[in-house]
């Protein structure tokens, strides 16, 4: 895994070299601004790629209509008659500058930064004397930088230290389990709002522009519902039951508040720069009342057949 850890740790170095050493700020406490730096950072660089995912998925809302034409055009099972919609579908989305590929990046770098910062404080925290990263130092960061860093604090935490540590490691770093829960546990409830609040959103964006035509998009949308409690849970779960250190929630504070107003902000301006199409508007609310009809009639043959069976006289039993 230090693929993961040892370019997080270089970030957060290369942060703190510009606060404690550049600036002359004081090193503990610079290790602070480089984690918000860090934040800051990833996901400045990720910004274009997340426009372009936003972008691109307005493009394949506008486009539905179209595409459900052609679905109607070539309906055939045969499969020259697939591989012709296949054909049409990608000159279609081509035509107008979808790329499927813009909505993999993102997703490919947030969970490694992720899982990268949560490994690296882990390993710094760990009593295992293999490791003892305070003496023999940690990827990139030296025994001094580590030690810096495990006396940098928020509210008089260090910023290494979580709940479900042991005694040992409370007193190594010279803080306690109570205090570290009263630094933790409102930022969990800052995460979970901020995390919640983007659920929400999304949630609503996407109820607006659902397939109705689509099984898979129905599904996937009941499927979301299910994900909110545990969205709203999980930060509690990782701050209070889990390993979540001081520092790991203040990137997940930072990071899920960047998400809110950024997917809100990006929602907006494609709002005005590429609005829904009447066309697609129209269609969408189409499907929505075809949709509707045909569960009132598959209701309405559950219950004549249900009623055929009840008023069918039973046959004679066999002697």
């Not at 990608?90 to 500058?97: G, I, V």
């Not at 490694?112 to 003496?135: C, F, N, Q, W």
């Amino acid at each position: 895994m230090k693929i993961v850890e040892y370019p997080v740790a270089l970030f957060l170095k290369a942060w703190h070299y510009l606060f404690a050493d550049i600036f002359g700020w004081d090193a503990a406490q610079s290790w602070l601004l480089a984690l918000i730096l860090l934040i800051v950072t990833v996901r400045g660089l990720l910004l274009p790629f997340v426009y372009r995912q936003s972008y691109s998925s307005r493009i394949l809302v506008n486009i539905r209509p179209k595409v459900y034409r052609l679905e109607q055009e070539y309906s055939g099972k045969d499969p020259e008659t697939r591989k012709e919609l296949a054909r049409k579908r990608r000159e279609l989305q081509k035509e107008h500058e979808y790329r499927f590929s813009d909505g993999c990046i993102p997703a490919l770098v947030q969970l490694p930064v992720l899982l990268g910062l949560y490994r690296m404080l882990i390993h710094v925290t760990s009593p295992d004397p293999e490791v003892k990263a305070a003496v023999n130092g940690f990827g990139p960061l030296n025994a001094e930088e580590v030690q810096s860093l495990l006396s940098a604090k928020l509210f008089g935490v260090p910023l290494a230290a979580y709940v479900q540590m042991s005694d040992e490691q409370f007193a190594e770093i010279h803080t306690t389990m109570e205090q570290v829960f009263w630094v933790v546990f409102p930022m969990a409830i800052l995460a979970a709002i901020f995390t919640t609040s983007n659920w929400a959103y999304s949630m609503y964006r996407n109820y607006r522009t659902v397939d109705h035509n689509s099984v898979l998009a129905r599904g996937l949308l009941k499927m979301m519902w299910l994900i909110g409690p545990v969205v709203l849970i999980a930060p509690f779960t990782i701050a209070l039951g889990a390993v979540g250190p001081v520092a790991l929630m203040i990137y997940w504070v930072g990071n899920n508040l960047w998400t809110t107003t950024q997917t809100i902000t990006l929602q907006r301006h494609l709002d005005r720069k590429l609005p829904y199409t009447e066309e697609f508007l129209e269609h969408h609310q189409k499907m929505k009342v075809n949709l509707i009809e045909r569960k009132k009639d598959k209701k309405a043959g559950r219950k004549a057949k249900k009623r055929a069976t009840a008023d069918s006289p039973e046959e004679p039993a066999e002697s």
